[in-house]
Each structure stands twice: as structure tokens, then as C-alpha cells.
């Protein structure tokens, strides 16, 4: 019993000693354990305080007065972001700071120093809704609980900018740039010049132009600066490798795992190369239109997609237009050669695109080329003509705005065509380095100037359900003739996109380029994409693949099939009704199984309202709709107007808002009664709209009311509940 009670000592002195040990470990090892260094102020100021969220502290650091904010959900708000930037700095020495919203906090907005100012550049997206990186800026700013670093929601004394993107076909015309505008000054803060407002279904460009020459008078006169300060100085330093291992280049891969063949997730940073499974044309007829149906594998991705979702293809730019540029630059015969691009202020600009890479590969791949040429760079490009004649051909249209749109924008000219014009080259021949002057313009210049080509997105028209392994394309081809001037002969013109798909349907079942007659000459109907994409990538053997990515929507059906279903969808609007068909399709299979031959008999109503010119011209999957409305036990019903085959006793069109009006009943009580949803998909200047419009006028009769008042307040109310939804474009 001693022994054990001599042990039990031994432990408790023991423990004791090793607690005191630790208690007191600090006094007790210091000789032995090195002291942290004091971190310095520059040190934490160069690392933002050590929070990289904190702008105010990046702007102190780098001696930027102006920070600005950009919600973009495309690229084109942060385009205009970096313009801004670099103007200020043009032409005032001026230094900024260009944020995405995203990475970023708010508290601090509070602080930002008298002398500085913030603005932002704010894109309004869908129905009135910010863009994805701007979310939480909206709801900082508009939430009155939300405090800044003084302790409330204020922002007294700060200055700012606001300019607002959006498209006044939309219903909420740049309504996150005006509710910034409104917010700010409601906390106190004082805007700078007027809000300027942009409308892309006229000009984005022209609408900029206008507005910022005032507002940059109202920042001069309000900051205290003088325009002549800053000078033109590069954005990027472009410098040709003479030795560079050539697997490390890259050819139009779009990310470093695509260059290195290693596995990765798929997204907008690194689309996916998928397959063609099928391509086919949708018209009965083509004579002057088409529309393809693609069909691409996604079997083996990682990538996933619901109905209601789109699909963001990646295109190139035509090889006429990348041979067209490459001369009138002087780079036909170096097309090949490797060039390293660094920017001169990361940030203020960062190289849009990887490197190193090519000159062609820049030109084919990763700058949009084909787009018409903005009216401001040409005053850049001016001074590097070839002769004083092209010098002033370019000023003037920089400078004369009606001579731009007649000549350019009317006339579609890419900036290769317009090189052209201003050298009197013949814009007809194809251009070769004999044929087509050179102007000695720096390629940083180009890089700097011309946005970078993006994704176009394409509204997915098949189900998971029914397609688990592959995504489905509607596209109908963009081709259209531009309007002829005394400077410009008339033309086609195409679009990006929907032609490069065109290219891989005819190449994926080898059939060959039909001919148009363009101006007395036979020529081809589709301009030349090289689709074999970088390295060959995109063609094993007979196998072609496009380069995509899955972006997500909230464009969905309800989840409860009682709920009747309404979907306007004329020409390609149908493409994601054909996905939402096929999603009822396979849920109506499944309950048939369960339950029975009458397992959908308390299913709501599936209303789709289709129109096109004619049912033996442009009836989109028109050997599909029947089996889909035998599958659904004729809870599936399909209406259509045919524009150019069925008219009024008047001899007038009948368009779908026509065909809802006869239907004026069943969708009042399906809204009302039964709760249903509405979808509308395509045009939004005139079909949108007027569809809108005549669901006011059933809906405000219906509650025995006008649209003007009950009918208007009624689809306000459906668009609230997320039950009249819209995926509509200009």
C-alpha cells in the first residue's frame, strides 16, 4: 500500500512540473525560440493590411485616386472599366485601380479619401438583376442594416461615377446602374457629372462616347486636375522569341491544362472540346436561311446541365478576316512567329489571353476581329497611315459621327476593312500582302484596342433526362446584307458564331459550301473557319469537336407537374421548350411505369405557342411534336402561327400573341385558378414585349379591370414569384 501511495506522489509532482512547464513555456524558452520580426508598414500596406479584400488600402499603396467597380457578366463592363482607367491616366496622369466587385469587401467604402473617386460600371442583367460578381456590392449598398466602418449606412462626402449598361428592349432599362446612382446619393455620397447610360440594341459605343467628355469635365473641375498631365503611354510590351519550346505555345488553347493535355474541370476558363455526335439542318427549306441542330457528346466531361440552361460556344474568326488583318498589318509572312506580350501596369490591364503565342493564333482565336469597328479607336490608328489621305479619312470618321454610321457602321466594316477603305485598297479581292497596304500600327496597340472574343451562348434545347451524354444546339445562321454607301459596295455579312457552327456541320458529314451570287460573282455561302482548332485538337479523323462550356440559368420549370405550363417560344425561342418537353416527357415515363396509364391525369396543361413563316419552310422539329403530345396523354398541346402561310380575313400576319389572345380563357384560368407558370423565349423588342403586353390585357380583364392597371400589376406580380419568366435577346 506505501509503494503505491510513493507512486501516486511521483505522478502528481510529476504533472505538476510539466503544467508550470507549459504555463510558463514563453519565459521559460525564449533563448531558444527566434523572436518575430516586426512587420514593417510598408510590408502590410504592400499586402493590403494583410487583407487582399481591402481596395482602400491597395489604392493607398499604390498611389490611385480612382477605384473602380465593374459588374460584368459578359466582359463587356469591365472593357469599359479599363477604358476608363486608361483615359484617366491619358489625360490627367492619373492612376486606377480596376476591381471586380467579387474580390472585394465594402465596409471600408467610407474611408475612401476626399481626393479619390469611386465608380462604377454596372451591367444589368436578365430581368433587372445585377451580374453574378456584383451581387453582393448591390446588397451591401441597398441593405440599410449594412454598416460601413463609421458604424452606419452612410457615405457622407463620397464622390463617385456611375455608368450603366443595358439593352432598352429589356423591361428594366440599366436598372442596377440607376439603383447604384439612386443608393449612393440616398448615403450621402456625390455623383460626379451626369449618370451616363448605355444602350447595346443601338450603340454601347456611341452612347459612351457622348456621355464621357462631360463627365470628364464635371471629375476635372471637381478634383482640381487638368487634362494635358498624363500622356499616351502602352498598355503592353509585345516582343518576338526567337527560341521558344514549341509545346509550351500556345495555338488557341484557351488555358494551361488544355495546352498540357492534364484533366481539369471544364468551365468558362477551359471549355470543353466535345465531340460532334450529330449535325443536321432544321428547315425544310434553304434557300436563303438555315438553322442547325448540333448535337455535341459530353460523355466523359465532368460536365453537367439542366433543361433551361445555355451553352456558350467558342468560335474563331474567320480565316478571310485573319488574313485580311495579318496584311494590313505587315504580319502576313510572320503569322507564325512566337511572341511574349507583358503588361506595362497589371493593374491597370492584364494580358487578355494566354502566352506566349502567335500573331495569327492572337488574330484567329483570341481577339474579336470581326466585330464592327468602334468609332474612338480610330483616332489611335490614324497616325500610323500610310499616306495623309488615309490619316484624314480615319480622323474624319473618328471625329464626324454621322460619317461613321453611314460609312461604317451601316456598312459593316471589320477594322481589316476599313484599313483597307482609308489605303484605298479593293475591299472585293481577297487580300493578300500585293493587294493591301501596310500601316505600321504597334500590336500592342491592337491588343490594347480590341476587346477580347468571347463565348456565344445558345439557350440548350434537349434534357438531361433524355440526353444525359450529350448537350443540343439550336442555332439559326446569322447572314445579312449590309447597306451599301458611295465609299462601301454592298456585301455579306455574317456572324461569328453561328457560321463556325455552320463550318462544323458541313465538315462533320462532309458535305460541301453551297455558292451565292454576291454582286454578279459566284462565291461560297459561308465564309472559312479553320475548325481543326489548335494542334488538330478539334478533328480526329472523320470527328470534329467545339470548344464549350455549360453556364447555369434559372430558366426552369416547376418542379410539381400539376402546375400548368405556358411557353412562347417562336423561330429558334422554342430551342429550350424542346428541353422542357423532353423533361416532361421522361418524368411522364416514369410515373407510367409507377403508376399506370393514368398516372398523369391530374398534370397541368403544357401550353407551347410556336410560330414561323410556313410549316413546309421553318417548322423547327416539326416530326418530333407529335410523338411528344402521344407521350404525354394529351396534357401537351401545340399552337402555331405561320406569319406567311395563315392570314387574318384582313390579309394580315398571325403572330403568336394572336394565338394566345384566342386562348384568352385557358390562360386566365390556368394563371389565376391554377397557378401556373409562363415562359417566354426570343426576340424582346417586339415579340416579348407585345406578348407581355397582351397577357396584361387577359390577365386585367380577367379580374374585371383594364391592363393598364389590374393587368399590369398582375404580371408584375407573376415576374416577383419567379412564375412569368423570360430568356430573350436583342
Given at each position: 500500500?506505501?509503494?503505491?501511495?510513493?507512486?501516486?506522489?511521483?505522478?502528481?509532482?510529476?504533472?505538476?512540473?510539466?503544467?508550470?512547464?507549459?504555463?510558463?513555456?514563453?519565459?521559460?524558452?525564449?533563448?531558444?525560440?527566434?523572436?518575430?520580426?516586426?512587420?514593417?508598414?510598408?510590408?502590410?500596406?504592400?499586402?493590403?493590411?494583410?487583407?487582399?479584400?481591402?481596395?482602400?488600402?491597395?489604392?493607398?499603396?499604390?498611389?490611385?485616386?480612382?477605384?473602380?467597380?465593374?459588374?460584368?457578366?459578359?466582359?463587356?463592363?469591365?472593357?469599359?472599366?479599363?477604358?476608363?482607367?486608361?483615359?484617366?491616366?491619358?489625360?490627367?496622369?492619373?492612376?486606377?485601380?480596376?476591381?471586380?466587385?467579387?474580390?472585394?469587401?465594402?465596409?471600408?467604402?467610407?474611408?475612401?479619401?476626399?481626393?479619390?473617386?469611386?465608380?462604377?460600371?454596372?451591367?444589368?442583367?436578365?430581368?433587372?438583376?445585377?451580374?453574378?460578381?456584383?451581387?453582393?456590392?448591390?446588397?451591401?449598398?441597398?441593405?440599410?442594416?449594412?454598416?460601413?466602418?463609421?458604424?452606419?449606412?452612410?457615405?457622407?462626402?463620397?464622390?463617385?461615377?456611375?455608368?450603366?449598361?443595358?439593352?432598352?428592349?429589356?423591361?428594366?432599362?440599366?436598372?442596377?446602374?440607376?439603383?447604384?446612382?439612386?443608393?449612393?446619393?440616398?448615403?450621402?455620397?456625390?455623383?460626379?457629372?451626369?449618370?451616363?447610360?448605355?444602350?447595346?440594341?443601338?450603340?454601347?459605343?456611341?452612347?459612351?462616347?457622348?456621355?464621357?467628355?462631360?463627365?470628364?469635365?464635371?471629375?476635372?473641375?471637381?478634383?482640381?486636375?487638368?487634362?494635358?498631365?498624363?500622356?499616351?503611354?502602352?498598355?503592353?510590351?509585345?516582343?518576338?522569341?526567337?527560341?521558344?519550346?514549341?509545346?509550351?505555345?500556345?495555338?488557341?488553347?484557351?488555358?494551361?491544362?488544355?495546352?498540357?493535355?492534364?484533366?481539369?474541370?471544364?468551365?468558362?476558363?477551359?471549355?470543353?472540346?466535345?465531340?460532334?455526335?450529330?449535325?443536321?439542318?432544321?428547315?425544310?427549306?434553304?434557300?436563303?436561311?438555315?438553322?442547325?441542330?448540333?448535337?455535341?457528346?459530353?460523355?466523359?466531361?465532368?460536365?453537367?446541365?439542366?433543361?433551361?440552361?445555355?451553352?456558350?460556344?467558342?468560335?474563331?474568326n474567320a480565316e478571310l478576316e485573319v488574313d485580311r488583318l495579318l496584311c494590313a498589318l505587315g504580319l502576313y509572312d510572320k503569322r507564325e512567329t512566337v511572341i511574349g506580350i507583358e503588361s506595362l501596369d497589371p493593374a491597370l490591364a492584364k494580358v487578355p489571353f494566354p502566352v506566349p503565342t502567335t500573331y495569327g493564333t492572337v488574330l484567329r482565336h483570341y481577339i474579336d476581329i470581326s466585330a464592327v469597328t468602334g468609332r474612338q479607336i480610330l483616332g489611335s490608328l490614324s497616325k500610323y497611315a500610310p499616306s495623309p489621305d488615309a490619316e484624314a479619312f480615319l480622323k474624319n470618321l473618328n471625329t464626324n459621327k454621322e460619317a461613321y454610321?453611314?460609312?461604317?457602321?451601316?456598312?459593316?466594316?471589320?477594322?481589316?476593312?476599313?484599313?483597307?477603305?482609308?489605303?484605298?485598297?479593293?475591299l472585293s479581292a481577297s487580300p493578300t500582302p500585293q493587294n493591301t497596304t501596310t500601316w505600321k500600327i504597334p500590336f500592342d496597340l491592337i491588343v490594347s484596342a480590341i476587346p477580347r472574343l468571347q463565348p456565344r451562348y445558345y439557350s440548350i434545347s434537349s434534357s438531361p433526362k433524355l440526353f444525359p451524354t450529350s448537350v443540343h444546339v439550336t442555332c439559326v445562321v446569322l447572314k445579312y446584307q449590309n447597306i451599301p454607301s458611295d465609299n462601301v459596295r454592298q456585301k455579306w455579312c455574317y456572324g461569328v458564331s453561328s457560321n463556325f457552327l455552320l463550318n462544323l456541320k458541313h465538315a462533320a458529314n462532309n458535305e460541301p459550301v453551297p455558292?451565292?451570287?454576291?454582286?454578279?460573282?459566284?462565291?461560297?455561302?459561308?465564309?472559312?473557319?479553320?475548325?481543326?482548332?489548335?494542334?488538330?485538337?478539334?478533328?480526329?479523323?472523320?470527328?470534329?469537336?467545339?470548344?464549350?462550356?455549360?453556364?447555369?440559368?434559372?430558366?426552369?420549370?416547376?418542379?410539381?407537374?400539376?402546375?400548368?405550363?405556358?411557353?412562347?417560344?417562336?423561330?429558334?425561342?422554342?430551342?429550350?421548350?424542346?428541353?422542357?418537353?423532353?423533361?416532361?416527357?421522361?418524368?411522364?415515363?416514369?410515373?407510367?411505369?409507377?403508376?399506370?396509364?393514368?398516372?398523369?391525369?391530374?398534370?397541368?396543361?403544357?401550353?407551347?405557342?410556336?410560330?414561323?413563316?410556313?410549316?413546309?419552310?421553318?417548322?423547327?422539329?416539326?416530326?418530333?411534336?407529335?410523338?411528344?403530345?402521344?407521350?404525354?396523354?394529351?396534357?401537351?398541346?401545340?399552337?402555331?402561327?405561320?406569319?406567311?402561310?395563315?392570314?387574318?380575313?384582313?390579309?394580315?400576319?398571325?403572330?403568336?400573341?394572336?394565338?394566345?389572345?384566342?386562348?384568352?380563357?385557358?390562360?386566365?384560368?390556368?394563371?389565376?385558378?391554377?397557378?401556373?407558370?409562363?415562359?417566354?423565349?426570343?426576340?424582346?423588342?417586339?415579340?416579348?414585349?407585345?406578348?407581355?403586353?397582351?397577357?396584361?390585357?387577359?390577365?386585367?380583364?380577367?379580374?374585371?379591370?383594364?391592363?393598364?392597371?389590374?393587368?399590369?400589376?398582375?404580371?408584375?406580380?407573376?415576374?416577383?414569384?419567379?412564375?412569368?419568366?423570360?430568356?430573350?435577346?436583342?
Open positions: 500500500m506505501s509503494s503505491t501511495s510513493t507512486s501516486d506522489v511521483v505522478i502528481l509532482a510529476l504533472g505538476v512540473t510539466l503544467a508550470a512547464a507549459y504555463l510558463f513555456r514563453d519565459q521559460l524558452f525564449a533563448a531558444s525560440k527566434p523572436k518575430a520580426a516586426p512587420i514593417a508598414s510598408g510590408a502590410k500596406a504592400a499586402n493590403g493590411s494583410g487583407n487582399p479584400r481591402d481596395f482602400i488600402a491597395k489604392m493607398k499603396e499604390g498611389k490611385k485616386r480612382l477605384v473602380i467597380f465593374y459588374g460584368s457578366q459578359t466582359g463587356t463592363a469591365e472593357e469599359y472599366a479599363i477604358r476608363l482607367a486608361k483615359e484617366a491616366k491619358s489625360k490627367f496622369g492619373l492612376a486606377s485601380l480596376v476591381c471586380d466587385p467579387e474580390e472585394y469587401d465594402f465596409e471600408n467604402l467610407d474611408q475612401l479619401p476626399e481626393d479619390c473617386v469611386a465608380f462604377f460600371v454596372m451591367a444589368t442583367y436578365g430581368e433587372g438583376e445585377p451580374t453574378d460578381n456584383a451581387v453582393q456590392l448591390m446588397q451591401n449598398i441597398q441593405d440599410d442594416s449594412f454598416e460601413f466602418s463609421n458604424g452606419e449606412h452612410k457615405l457622407d462626402g463620397v464622390k463617385y461615377v456611375v455608368f450603366g449598361l443595358g439593352n432598352k428592349t429589356y423591361e428594366h432599362y440599366n436598372l442596377i446602374g440607376r439603383s447604384v446612382d439612386t443608393v449612393l446619393t440616398k448615403m450621402g455620397a456625390k455623383r460626379i457629372g451626369e449618370r451616363g447610360e448605355g444602350d447595346d440594341d443601338k450603340s454601347m459605343e456611341e452612347d459612351y462616347l457622348e456621355w464621357k467628355d462631360g463627365m470628364w469635365e464635371a471629375f476635372a473641375a471637381e478634383l482640381g486636375v487638368e487634362e494635358g498631365q498624363g500622356a499616351d503611354s502602352a498598355d503592353f510590351a509585345v516582343s518576338e522569341l526567337d527560341s521558344h519550346p514549341p509545346e509550351k505555345v500556345y495555338l488557341g488553347e484557351y488555358s494551361a491544362r488544355a495546352l498540357t493535355k492534364t484533366k481539369g474541370i471544364h468551365d468558362a476558363k477551359n471549355p470543353f472540346p466535345a465531340p460532334i455526335n450529330e449535325a443536321k439542318e432544321l428547315f425544310q427549306s434553304v434557300q436563303d436561311r438555315c438553322c442547325v441542330h448540333i448535337e455535341l457528346s459530353i460523355e466523359n466531361s465532368g460536365i453537367t446541365y439542366q433543361h433551361g440552361d445555355h451553352l456558350g460556344v467558342w468560335p474563331t454610321y453611314k460609312i461604317i457602321a451601316e456598312g459593316c466594316l471589320k477594322l481589316g476593312e476599313v484599313l483597307q477603305l482609308a489605303a484605298g485598297n479593293d455558292f451565292i451570287n454576291d454582286n454578279g460573282v459566284e462565291r461560297i455561302s459561308a465564309p472559312k473557319y479553320q475548325i481543326e482548332g489548335p494542334r488538330g485538337a478539334y478533328k480526329i479523323d472523320n470527328l470534329y469537336k467545339a470548344p464549350v462550356h455549360v453556364r447555369r440559368s434559372t430558366f426552369r420549370l416547376p418542379t410539381n407537374p400539376k402546375s400548368p405550363v405556358i411557353m412562347v417560344g417562336p423561330g429558334t425561342g422554342v430551342a429550350p421548350f424542346r428541353g422542357f418537353v423532353q423533361e416532361r416527357v421522361a418524368l411522364a415515363r416514369r410515373s407510367i411505369e409507377k403508376n399506370g396509364p393514368d398516372a398523369l391525369e391530374d398534370w397541368g396543361r403544357i401550353s407551347l405557342f410556336y410560330g414561323c413563316r410556313r410549316d413546309n419552310e421553318d417548322f423547327l422539329y416539326k416530326d418530333e411534336w407529335p410523338s411528344y403530345t402521344e407521350e404525354l396523354k394529351g396534357k401537351f398541346q401545340m399552337y402555331c402561327a405561320f406569319s406567311r402561310q395563315n392570314y387574318r380575313p384582313d390579309g394580315s400576319k398571325i403572330y403568336v400573341q394572336d394565338l394566345i389572345w384566342e386562348q384568352r380563357e385557358h390562360i386566365a384560368d390556368a394563371i389565376l385558378n391554377g397557378k401556373g407558370y409562363v415562359y417566354i423565349c426570343g426576340e424582346a423588342k417586339n415579340m416579348a414585349k407585345q406578348v407581355e403586353d397582351i397577357l396584361a390585357r387577359i390577365l386585367g380583364e380577367a379580374k374585371g379591370g383594364s391592363a393598364a392597371v389590374e393587368g399590369i400589376a398582375e404580371v408584375k406580380l407573376l415576374k416577383e414569384r419567379s412564375r412569368l419568366m423570360l430568356d430573350v435577346w436583342s
